[in-house]
């Protein structure tokens, strides 16, 4: 989502205000708006006509929540609904402070959480209509995002849903059992055929092309050693890592972090790079490189230069927490590039 990370809190009339007062006192960064006459207060903003100042503000921050009838708030945000993905979380609660309804991007903007949050704050009843919720199964969105997963295709997670609430079970290939504590009872290990099928989950770094009913979820599990000379460009460095990553069959999303050698994290270009897959990017000093034995592509030039055998396989590795490289050192340009994988997930 595009928002601030701030709650914004409206209402339009002197009752409504006191609640949203009160609403944003239990939240960190909550900013309030008032219809102009909805009393004198210096912490909130004003505003003349609702639906201009909600178009202004909709898409800076990550949640909404409208102390007035749900019918106002749901044609105030209409014009404004994008997708699941980007939406941020809205929330309707009466004026007098009895319920607090979840209207939007309830699991992945997560506005069920907040109605809950908001709810128990003013003594009121949460009122959640997600069906995944109110069956009692699990919300694969909210997991991944739990378990730290991007999801890859979100559109998937519906049929799988539709399976856990039918009282059905899907396959789900988890080599590094993520979803184990939440999803055991839910789903079976798959058989060679199943890959081809859904639905099902998809846990891995790998790229793969599954049926389109099955939810590609990507772990964080792969670290990227970069080494490159002086001076070298963003975008050199961003084309490097995708080029080896596509070749390779491995997913972006998937990275955790790149290393590299100290002496080069004040590089911009590495620094830009990390930025843009938004990534850590950490240094290892000569020691700790030297430190990793056997790497399959020493280099001397590196060790004339560097005092060290090897950068990004080295750094990868250790990235990796001593993980097992599976994607040894690959030149590109002025860009070197490997890639470890960690032995588990942490």
């Not at 080029?243 to 620094?271: C, N």
């Not at 990793?292 to 060790?303: G, I, K, L, Q, R």
């Amino acid at each position: 989502m595009a928002g601030n990370g701030a709650t914004a809190v409206w209402a339009v009339t002197p009752r409504g205000a006191r609640l949203a007062r009160r609403i944003a006192r239990e939240l960190p960064y909550a900013q309030v708006y008032l219809k102009a006459d909805g009393g004198d207060d210096k912490q909130s903003t004003s505003f003349d006509r609702l639906s201009d100042a909600v178009a202004r503000v909709f898409d800076r921050h990550d949640a909404h929540i409208f102390v007035m009838a749900a019918g106002i708030a749901v044609r105030m945000i209409a014009p404004h609904i994008r997708s699941k993905t980007a939406d941020p979380a809205v929330l309707a609660a009466d004026e007098a402070g009895g319920f607090v309804i979840s209207l939007l991007s309830g699991h992945t903007g997560g506005a069920n959480e907040l109605a809950v949050s908001v709810a128990g704050h003013i003594g009121a009843t949460p009122v959640i209509t997600t069906a995944t919720d109110n069956a009692g199964v699990p919300a694969v969105d909210v997991l991944a995002d739990q378990y730290g997963l991007a999801i890859e295709n979100h559109g998937a997670a519906r049929p799988v849903s539709m399976a856990f609430l039918a009282g059905g079970r899907v396959w789900r290939h988890d080599p590094y059992h993520v979803l184990d504590p939440a999803l055991s009872q839910w789903t079976d290990r798959p058989g060679p055929a199943d890959f081809d099928r859904g639905p099902g989950i998809f846990i891995d770094h790998r790229v793969t092309e599954p049926a389109g009913d099955v939810l590609v979820l990507r772990p964080k599990t792969l670290a990227a050693g970069v080494g490159c000379n002086s001076g070298t460009s963003e975008t050199e460095l961003i084309e490097a890592v995708s080029r080896v990553f596509a070749a390779f069959r491995l997913s972006l999303s998937s990275i955790r972090g790149f290393a590299t050698i100290s002496d080069k994290l004040a590089e911009p270009g590495l620094q830009a790079m990390a930025r843009h897959f938004d990534r850590k990017l950490e240094g290892f000093g000569r020691n700790r490189l030297a430190s990793v034995a056997d790497v399959p592509n020493p280099s001397e030039t590196v060790t004339k230069y560097m005092g060290v055998n090897s950068v990004c396989e080295a750094a990868a590795i250790l990235e990796a927490g001593r993980g097992r490289l599976v994607v040894p050192k690959q030149k590109r340009g002025n860009v070197t590039v490997a890639v470890a994988v960690v032995s588990c997930m942490s």
